[in-house]
């Protein structure tokens, strides 16, 4: 448990609960719960429900990037440059937030992309359940997908690579 001291300014400062979860991912910590006045936000790692027990709760399920309450996550960024072991001039579009994977919109539905299908910044390639809302994914880059590396209805992390794209030249 860390408590904030008067000075540290707004504990639900978006960039703030952003450092503390990667603070949390680096560390490997469980749960941090701060407490500023009668201010309260805890950040809690895995899938079980939180019941809020003071002014303020909320469940950071592995390294998500919190926002306001009842806010889709936005602006955190899909794809990534290629990380070591990856195919070179590959792309990797990651997951922004811990749920449910699902390639297509429902099930009787063609998947949003295959390999082979070519996709641009605003394709939108999957579709991640969290918490009862489903969020649409775009790849945000341009290329050709040469991977599918999640299948439908498998959990996934933050940050957990979801399809492999080669880069457009």
């Known amino acids: 448990m860390m408590n904030s001291g008067s000075g540290g300014g707004d504990i639900f400062d978006v960039k703030k609960v952003r450092r503390l979860v990667e ?5 490997d910590l469980a749960e941090i719960d701060l407490r500023q ?5 805890r950040l809690r790692r895995g899938a079980e429900p939180l019941v809020a ?17 009842a806010a889709a996550p936005t602006g955190i960024p899909a794809a990534s440059a290629p990380a070591a072991g990856d195919e070179a001039g590959a792309l990797v579009i990651k997951s922004p937030m811990v749920g449910t994977f699902y390639a ?3 099930p009787e539905s063609a998947p949003f992309v295959k390999v082979g299908d070519h996709v641009g910044p605003e394709t939108v390639v999957c579709i991640i359940e969290a918490m009862k809302v489903f969020n649409q994914v775009p ?3 341009a290329g050709q997908i040469t991977a599918v590396l999640v299948d439908t209805g498998e959990a996934v992390e933050y940050g957990q690579p979801l399809f492999r794209v080669a880069a457009r030249k």
């Open 53 to 69: 027990t003071g002014t303020q709760a909320a469940q950071a399920p592995s390294h998500a990037a919190m926002s306001a309450p």
């Open 139 to 141: 790849a945000e880059v």
């Open 104 to 106: 297509s919109p429902n």
């Open 23 to 27: 603070l949390m991912k680096e560390h």
């Open 37 to 41: 006045a009668d201010q309260r936000i």
